[in-house]
């Protein structure tokens, strides 16, 4: 059965590091997101990407996040300068197909989540 | 904007007990609801969903009904087990977005042989 992958498993960094964090999604699949889940937490969106451009993304992405496809199968994420509160469980998903803005009866599919890289900034 | 209550917990409960997680949603539009279960040490894993009102999704026993006219997606379990202790999730996709998924701060449900 296909799945989303993620490496490493568990990262650890100092502050004002740069850390990038590695998915290969479904091979077929066109739509690309990152997640994050501080301890204790609820799970947070962090961006989604389609067509080679982010095409949505919530507050917490600010300018120190930065999303990439460098080859077409792997999907990356990358914290150019470390902070101690990015330290949570950052997760990887992908679906075929996103929701259709402006539609009102979006193309919901289902999104396949990875096994979660666990950050941990010191 | 987009948003999903869902129980505090942690839930305890004995093997073989009657489980209930309620979830409710505030959205806009036509949105798709799900639950997700994570595993200690894992990933979230698609539990169940429902993409209309009325629909009901199951899945390992659980089931969870899309009520539109209370806005709840309330997880049922008649019987857990110990291997589903597990922290669950409600969340919402809404069709009017690009499709990212909206979670509930989740339920940590421990049940005891």
């Known amino acids: 059965e296909p799945e989303v992958t993620q490496t490493p498993s568990h990262q650890v960094t100092q502050m004002g590091q740069e850390v990038i964090l590695r998915c290969v999604p479904i091979?077929?699949?066109?739509?690309f997101y990152w997640y994050r889940q501080i301890l204790g937490q609820k799970v947070e969106f962090l961006v989604s990407f389609y067509n080679n451009e982010i095409s949505e993304k919530s507050e917490i992405f600010d300018d120190q996040f930065s999303v990439e496809r460098p080859d077409g199968s792997n999907f990356t994420l990358k914290i150019r300068s470390t902070k101690l509160e990015d330290s949570a469980m950052y997760f990887c998903?992908?679906?075929?197909?996103?929701?259709?803005?402006?539609?009102?009866?979006?193309?919901?599919?289902?999104?396949?989540f990875g096994q979660g890289t666990r950050l941990t900034v010191v | 904007g987009d948003s999903v209550t869902q129980m505090e917990g942690p839930v305890t409960l004995s093997e073989e007990a009657f489980l209930t997680i309620n979830c409710t949603y505030t959205a806009t539009g036509y949105p798709s609801l799900f639950w997700y279960v994570q595993y200690p040490g894992e990933g979230l894993q698609l539990l169940l969903k429902a993409t209309k009102a009325d629909d009901k999704g199951s899945n390992k026993g659980f089931e969870a009904t899309y009520r539109k006219e209370t806005t709840s997606f309330h997880l049922e379990k008649g019987s857990v087990q110990v291997s589903d202790s597990a922290v669950y999730f409600c969340a919402l996709r809404n069709g009017g977005s690009q499709g990212n998924l909206i979670f509930g701060k989740g339920t940590k449900l421990s049940v005891k042989p």
């Open positions: 998903a992908s679906s075929r197909r996103g929701g259709a803005s402006g539609t009102g009866k979006g193309l919901n599919t289902e999104a396949f």
């Open positions: 091979s077929n699949h066109l739509y």
